[in-house]
């Protein structure tokens, strides 16, 4: 709890440097409405991890590099050779210490898109702060949390980065993927149909005072 509180003042702190204190009373207003009431509705798809062509899923994009990252001294290196991918509100060195995965694509030592893997609750909790029905113990993983720089969208990157993840997922021995995208997404959407998962659920989550409920719906 200490640790996720100095999270969020790390990024208020640089929500009030970077963009004002205009947008930091208004992200503020946001951030506290959400913690009273809040909803989403998020599509579920389950990935089986099957061997694929890795050329089938190459971005349009030259000459880029792709790291995976286990942990925050794997990123201080990778820091020291001109790749940081970790933002500056300590989101992303909270979830490498909780023991998410992160996938980045680089193209001239800029950031073109991360995605996460969690093979634990702990680490999931990290990138989406829901209960999941996740079967960690079975050998089910986590994929979440993707972002794309708006300079390189349109190039594949999204999905490259699930293909990245899934091939790792299954050169590790996990039995399969789950991604729960939310429902106005429609950029995952799509690019989780290259992918070919099974969609098997739609939920929709409420938070209320802090207590989450949650509701299946038809898909």
């Known amino acids: ?30 951030f506290l409405g959400h913690r009273i009431f809040w ?35 794997q990123a201080d290196e990778l820091a020291a050779r001109g790749y940081e991918f970790r933002s500056p509100d300590g989101e992303d060195k909270y979830r490498l210490s909780k023991g998410a995965i992160a996938f980045c694509v680089f193209a ?16 999931q909790k990290s990138i989406l ?27 594949g990157l999204m999905v490259y980065g699930y293909f990245k993840r899934l091939q790792f997922l299954r050169e590790v021995g996990r039995s399969g993927a789950i991604s729960y995208v939310a429902e106005d997404n429609v950029a995952s959407h799509r690019a989780q149909a290259k992918l070919y998962p099974r969609l098997y ?19």
């Open 1 to 30: 709890m200490i640790r996720k509180l100095k999270v969020y003042l790390q990024r208020f702190r640089h929500i009030l440097q970077t963009e004002g204190l205009i947008s930091l009373i208004s992200r503020v207003a946001t």
């Open 39 to 73: 909803q989403d509705t998020y599509y579920i798809y389950k990935h089986i991890l099957k061997e694929r062509n890795e050329r089938d899923f190459l971005p349009r994009l030259q000459n880029f590099t792709f790291e995976i990252v286990h942990n925050n001294h």
């Open 108 to 123: 001239k030592g800029e950031l073109t898109h991360k995605g996460w893997v969690a093979m634990t609750e702990e680490a």
């Open 129 to 155: 702060n829901l209960p999941l029905k996740i079967d960690f113990p079975a050998g089910e993983a986590f994929c979440g949390g993707t972002v794309t720089n708006p300079k390189y969208r349109q190039m």
């Open 201 to 219: 659920a739609k939920v929709r989550y409420m938070r209320i005072l802090g207590l989450i409920f949650e509701k299946e719906l038809a898909c």
